[in-house]
């Protein structure tokens, strides 16, 4: 499964932006996915996950309220609403399809990552 996220780019303080993740294979619908994040010099962290139907996500504590993670299997796309964005989510965000149907807040069950999309948020 060939992931690709996009939509970042450069906002300002209190903006929002919507990141997508489109995989290459239809499988990718019967998969959890997550988002996580490394923003510079710190260790990749987790931000949103969602279950295979949607039916289920979860979220970091320092992005709950402000994001929020949703999907459309029919267009094989997970998407990434970040609003009310602060200088400290500047990071490149990926998003990685786990082996499992359910989404976890751990990086081992993922085991297809995207590329990468840069967010930053200037102050």
């Known amino acids: 499964v060939q992931l690709q996220a996009s939509g970042g780019g450069l906002v300002q303080t209190g903006g929002s932006l919507r990141l997508s993740c489109v995989s290459s294979?239809?499988?990718?619908?019967?998969?959890?996915v997550g988002w996580f994040r490394q923003a510079p010099g710190k260790e990749r962290e987790f931000v949103a996950t969602i279950s295979w139907s949607g039916g289920s996500t979860y979220y970091a504590d320092s992005v709950k309220g402000r994001f929020t993670i949703s999907r459309d299997n029919a267009k094989n796309t997970v998407y990434l609403q970040m609003n009310s964005l602060k200088a400290e989510d500047t990071a490149v965000y990926y998003c990685?399809?786990?082996?499992?149907?359910?989404?976890?807040?751990?990086?081992?069950?993922?085991?297809?990552w995207g590329q990468g999309t840069l967010v930053t948020v200037s102050s």
């Open positions: 990685a399809a786990s082996r499992f149907a359910t989404g976890s807040s751990q990086a081992g069950p993922y085991v297809n």
């Open positions: 294979k239809r499988t990718f619908t019967n998969n959890g």
